[in-house]
C-alpha cells in the first residue's frame, strides 16, 4: 500500500459488517499500525528494508500480540471514544484477539502482492504471493471498500444498529 489510509477501507468495512465477532478498534489499529516500520524507514533514513519483519505473518503476530493487550487494557476509555461516534463494539477477549490477529494479517495480505522486499514467512525468504495481484485492483479494491464501510456505518447509524 503506497499510503497506510488505503488499509481503512478493508478494515472498515469488514469489520462494520461483522462487529459481533471483530473489535473495531484492534481490527482498524492492527492493520494500520504495522506501517510505523516503512515510515521509520524513510523517516529515519535506515539502512533497512522498507518493508522488514512487521510486514512477516511472525512480525505482524507479535503486533496484534501487543494491540491486543493494549485495546484489552484501555477498553473504558475505548468505550467512551466509540459511545460518541455511535458504534457499539464487541469487547469480549476473544472478538479483540480475533480482531487484532484478523487486521494485522489482512495488512499483509494486502502488501504482499505489491512489495518484492516483503518476506511474509519469515524467516523463510521470498515472497510467494508477489505480483498475484494487480497493484491497481488491490488500489481498487481497497477504495471500494472504503465506500462500503461508510454506507454501512451509515445504515446502521440511521437504524440504530451499530452494535
Sequence with gaps: MPFTPF??????????????????????????????EPFA???FNLNYPLHGFFHSFLGSSIVAVVMAF???????GIRQITAFIRIKQNFSKR???LASFSGAYLHILLDAPLYTDIRP????GGN??????GASAIYILCAALLLAGVFVYLHKIKNSTLS
Aim: avoid cysteine.
Design 95 to 97: 472478538a479483540i484477539w
Design 41 to 43: 524507514v524513510l523517516f
Design 7 to 36: 488499509h481503512l477501507g478493508p478494515a472498515s468495512s469488514l469489520d462494520l459488517a461483522f462487529n459481533r465477532f471483530l473489535n473495531l478498534t484492534a481490527f482498524v489499529i492492527a492493520g494500520i499500525i504495522i506501517d510505523i
Design 128 to 133: 510467494p504471493f508477489y505480483g498475484l495481484i
Design 121 to 124: 514467512f519469515y524467516p523463510l
Design 70 to 76: 493494549l485495546i484489552t487494557g484501555f477498553s473504558k
